[in-house]
Structures are given as structure tokens and as C-alpha cells.
């Protein structure tokens, strides 16, 4: 008999395990997915395209919250977790709701599902989102194209529109964005490779994107993991480095699957060293320390660059962040808020009173976001409510704190200035240390 079985979700690391372990396996039928944490993700079809000759229908994408009842419909045996960045109460009270109504609750380890390479893989991830990672990464690439060596990056999945035609994404250029329909968020990852020089790949089926970016036509010689969410990698790493944030000390050991990150890793990047406390750092140095003790720490700084300074100074201002990292991933200071405060800006206006449509409903399920914007765009309905969000906000400058530049994807009324920040090493040892090493081995 096959094992009935639901992958829980959010249009990631669920369809990865899927293809990896359950796609051609006659011992268990795949009778649903549950999607959350993005939004307008559930309500959909897995293609039969992807799914394979033993789906024929494809396999039907369920809202989370009829979870329980599907598994008692479809006398489930097993719920596989499958999404991230999410604290161990969450993980577990899911598993309470899931064993109660009568199936087993499990987790898919790195032997069933990472993908071996012919290239050398560096794996960056972090123990949280809004880490930092993707600043290391990009510092990273660098440093390998100083070497001579053509890096490929691959992104942690973003499938939020048509599965089928996000099979295998390739980026190299910003007309690659329009021609992809690229939400915000996905933009803000991918833009900031194309505009270093470098080759981005993303999509559904990781071994299909795998094959391509190794026979890519401008060259591989590495393969670049550019880890989200604090998943752990879906590519067997050769070298894996983590980043870890002292503004959320305790994170590092209380996230799944972060923790894994940060026990896997080879190195370990303690970022933001210039703006958070002396506690926060101590706290984990120490939590580093205890569970993976062997690992190379590099201590690093945000460090925090603005196009015009003088736009901020003495004025009341609208701050943009990254979505993500401001919902799920739970941060209130990020390098928008620390610019403000730096350059002497007279107030953060608090854009909640002035939110509309969708940007009003985010601020209600994450009300600790506090008085920033988050730069949600997973769709043109959340794009237009952004726009109009900013519009309605009186307030003098608008600094823009997200990845891309935002004034190129959404209308703004006011003057407005871009916040970027990029990794620097504080001592040694340093990426250049490791790199160099990792190279000659």
C-alpha cells in the first residue's frame, strides 16, 4: 500500500523535496501541498508537467489552515514539514496539530535531498532572514571573479507565478527580470548579482537548474548557493558559510532549519558587529561556541552607504525595508532605520496609519513591524498597494533600504534617497583568508 502523504509548505523547499524524494517513488502518493507564509501561493496546481508520470493531474496546493481536515479526507499517513524560518514552538505546535489529527509529522534531513554537483559548491545561508547573507554572497562573488573563476549563483527558490514557465530561470540581465514577471521580491535578490556581472539561475526543478548552470554558455566554475529563508542548501556544499545576527541573539538556536545552518557550517560570519550591543554579540559568540565549535568565525560590519545624505538630515522620513526581513523574519532595526538615526533625520514617520489594502493586512498579522514599510510586492495588487501606501504618507524623503531601487518598480511622489550596505571583515581572519584557502585545497 502507498504511503498517503502532504507536504506542508510555502512555494520552496516543499516542491524541492517533492522532486528529490517523492517525484518517482512508487511507495508513497503525494496526495496534496499546504502553502503559507507568502502570499496568494496557496489555491494552485503543482503541473503535471513537473510532477511526473505518477501525477497525471498534477497535485492540488491547499491554504495551511485546511490542513488538519485534509489529512482526515485523505486518511493521511505522514505530513512532511517543508518551509523555514520559523521558531521550534511554531514547528512543534504544528506537529501537535498534525499527530492529532491522526498522521505522523517528519522533516527531510540533507541525505534525501541535497544534489550533488560536478562543480565545487559555496554554500552561503544564515540562521535567520535579514541576516545579511546576501551581502556575504555578493562578496563572495566577488572575490572569486578576482580570482579569474566564473561563478554561477543559484537563489533559494521563489516560484510564486506560473510553475511551469519558472522550471529553470536564468538571469543575466535586468530585461531577464521583465521577461520572467519578477514580483519585488524576487527582484531584490536577483538584481544586485546582475548588476555585479554575474549569472543568477532560480526556479522550480533545482536538478534541472543544476545541469544548466553547469554547462552554462558563459562559463561555470563554481556554483554559488545563494541561500533564503535560512534554509539549508539543496546542493552538497564543499564549503558552507552562515551568517548569524547579535540584533536577534538566541535566534541562532531557536529557528528551524537555522540552527542546521549554523551546526553545518565550515564558517561562520557574526554580521552587524558595528550596530548591535556588546550583549548580543557575547550572547552569540558563545551559542557558536557550543555547537559547532570547530567552525572558522568571522566578525563583519554592515557598513551603510546613502546617495544623499542631505535629503535625511533635519527631515521627517518615510523608511522602506525589505519584506521579508521585517514579516517573517521579525527584524525592527534594519539599515534604512540605523541610517536615519545616523544622519539625523527629525522623525521616522509611522506609514500603519496611512496603509491600504494589502500593506494594511501585513501590518495586522505582523503588528511588531513597528514604524517602517515593509517593501511587500508579491503581486501587482500588493505593488499598487505600496504605491499608494507611499503616497498617502506625509512625509519629506523617502529612503529606500530594500536591494533594488524601488523608484524603478513603484511610483513615488516625494523626493527619495537609496540606503545600500555591504559586508565588511573586521580583522582576521576574513572571506579573502578562507577563500584562498578553500582554492588551493
Request: glycine share 8%; proline share 6%; hydrophobic share 40%.
Amino acid at each position: 500500500m502507498k504511503k498517503k502523504i502532504i507536504i506542508i509548505g510555502a512555494a520552496g523547499r516543499d516542491f524541492h523535496n517533492f522532486n528529490t524524494y517523492y517525484r518517482d517513488n512508487p511507495n508513497y502518493e503525494v496526495v496534496a501541498f499546504t502553502a503559507a507564509q507568502i502570499p496568494d501561493i496557496a489555491d494552485r496546481l503543482y503541473p503535471k508537467e513537473l510532477a511526473g508520470s505518477l501525477y497525471p493531474n498534477g497535485i492540488p496546493i491547499y491554504p495551511e489552515e485546511e490542513l488538519e481536515a485534509l489529512i482526515k479526507e485523505h486518511d493521511v499517513d505522514t505530513c512532511i514539514f517543508s518551509y523555514s524560518d520559523v521558531n521550534y514552538n511554531f514547528v512543534m505546535g504544528l506537529s501537535a496539530k498534525v499527530n492529532a489529527a491522526g498522521a505522523t509529522f517528519a522533516l527531510l534531513g540533507p541525505k534525501e535531498t541535497m544534489l550533488k554537483s560536478a562543480k565545487p559548491v559555496i554554500a552561503v545561508c544564515a540562521v535567520r532572514t535579514g541576516c545579511g547573507k546576501s551581502q556575504t554572497t555578493r562578496k563572495i562573488a566577488d572575490l572569486l571573479n578576482a580570482s579569474g573563476l566564473r561563478v554561477i549563483a543559484i537563489r533559494h527558490p521563489m516560484p510564486y507565478g506560473d510553475l511551469n514557465a519558472q522550471k529553470v530561470q536564468r538571469f543575466a540581465s535586468l530585461e531577464d527580470l521583465k521577461t520572467h514577471n519578477c514580483t519585488i521580491e524576487e527582484m531584490e535578490e536577483y538584481e544586485p548579482h546582475i548588476a555585479a556581472g554575474n549569472v543568477i539561475y532560480a526556479g522550480v526543478d533545482y536538478a534541472a537548474i543544476l545541469e544548466q548552470a553547469e554547462n552554462d554558455p558563459d562559463g561555470c566554475d563554481v556554483i554559488l548557493w545563494d541561500g533564503g529563508n535560512n534554509d539549508f542548501p539543496f546542493y552538497q556544499p564543499d564549503l558552507l558559510v552562515t551568517v548569524v545576527d547579535p540584533h536577534r541573539p538566541g535566534h541562532e538556536l531557536s529557528y528551524y532549519p537555522g540552527e542546521v545552518t549554523l551546526r553545518l557550517a565550515d564558517v561562520v560570519v557574526i554580521n552587524k558587529i558595528d550596530s548591535a550591543d556588546f550583549a548580543g554579540i557575547q550572547a552569540v559568540r558563545e551559542n557558536i561556541e557550543k555547537v559547532n565549535p570547530h567552525a572558522t568565525v568571522i566578525d563583519a560590519a554592515s557598513t551603510i552607504h546613502v546617495d544623499a545624505p542631505e535629503m535625511i538630515k533635519g527631515k521627517r522620513v518615510l523608511v522602506v525595508e525589505d519584506g521579508p526581513t521585517l514579516t517573517h523574519g521579525n527584524m525592527k532595526i534594519g539599515a534604512g532605520v540605523v541610517a536615519a538615526h545616523r544622519f539625523g533625520a527629525a522623525e521616522i514617520v509611522d506609514p500603519r496609519p496611512y496603509a491600504v489594502g494589502k500593506l494594511a493586512e501585513t501590518f495586522a498579522i505582523y503588528p511588531e513591524i513597528g514604524t517602517v514599510l515593509p517593501a511587500m510586492g508579491y503581486g501587482d495588487q500588493q505593488i499598487a498597494d505600496l504605491a499608494a501606501t507611499i503616497e498617502n504618507t506625509p512625509c519629506d524623503t523617502i529612503m529606500v533600504a530594500t536591494p533594488i531601487d524601488l523608484a524603478r518598480v513603484v511610483q513615488m511622489n516625494k523626493p527619495n534617497t537609496r540606503v545600500s550596505y555591504a559586508l565588511q571583515e573586521i580583522g582576521s581572519p576574513c572571506l579573502e583568508d578562507v577563500l584562498g584557502a578553500f582554492l588551493k585545497k
